[in-house]
């Protein structure tokens, strides 16, 4: 079974500065998709990136990028130029491409502090 | 923007209460999901439901619960007998490429 794991339970930033995730996981597949979801106080869960495992470049989506080592199998976000809305917990999650369901695993979770 | 809508918001139950937490996929997505998170916790994966049917699920669903598609567009949530264990956030989630997350229902079981 895939799992998923975030070593850091809480990270702080200065704003406009930039903060940066770590995530590993552990996998016997070669095909995949990994994901970073922003679960602000809300508690609703917004995707932030997405990665296919194929692909070799590194997802980017504005000020969110992700650094995807597939043979060392991490998945580390940064967030640049962080602003008070980006304050939240965020989780990395792995989904098989194999399994019929194609369910979600996630990370235990990173809660980003950003300070003004 | 098409979006995973959930209802209840909030919902209050005694132990031993069947609860149905209720969700609308967006309309041509093809498998649903519950997922469970307890306060403080990681995101766990409850069920994913395809083609009428489920297709996965956890240890964590055991025969307290039960999904159902009763109508073509929402999909339904049981936990037949709650326990105090089961308050957490249930979310509802669809997938055309990527997994969409309705809002979550809260459930309290006192």
């Known amino acids: 079974a895939q799992t998923v794991t975030q070593s850091q339970p809480e990270m702080s930033v200065q704003e406009a500065e930039t903060v940066t995730l770590s995530c590993t996981y552990d996998?016997?597949?070669?095909?995949?998709?990994l994901f970073w979801y922003k679960q602000p106080p809300s508690r609703q869960m917004i995707l932030v990136i997405r990665q296919e495992a194929y692909k070799q470049q590194n997802a980017t989506e504005n000020r969110f990028s992700v650094n995807f080592q597939k043979a060392a199998k991490s998945f580390s976000l940064k967030i640049s130029d962080s602003q008070l809305g980006d304050a939240a917990m965020y989780f990395c999650a792995y989904r098989s491409t194999l399994a019929a369901g194609n369910k979600l695993t996630f990370g235990g979770g990173t809660r980003v502090l950003v300070k003004p | 923007e098409p979006e995973v809508t959930q209802t209840p918001s909030h919902q209050v139950t005694q132990m031993g209460q069947e609860v149905i937490l209720r969700c609308v996929p967006i309309?041509?997505?093809?498998?649903f999901y519950w997922y469970r998170q307890i306060l403080g916790q990681k995101v766990e994966f409850l069920v994913s439901?395809?083609?009428?049917?489920?297709?996965?699920k956890s240890e964590i669903f055991d025969d307290q619960f039960s999904v159902e598609r009763p109508d073509g567009s929402n999909f339904t949530l049981k936990i037949r007998s709650t326990k105090l264990e089961d308050s957490a956030m249930y979310f509802c989630a669809s997938i055309l490429y990527t997994q969409y997350f309705g809002p979550g229902t809260r459930l309290t079981v006192l």
């Open positions: 439901f395809y083609n009428n049917e489920i297709s996965e």
């Open positions: 309309s041509n997505h093809l498998y």
């Open positions: 996998t016997s597949e070669s095909d995949y998709y």
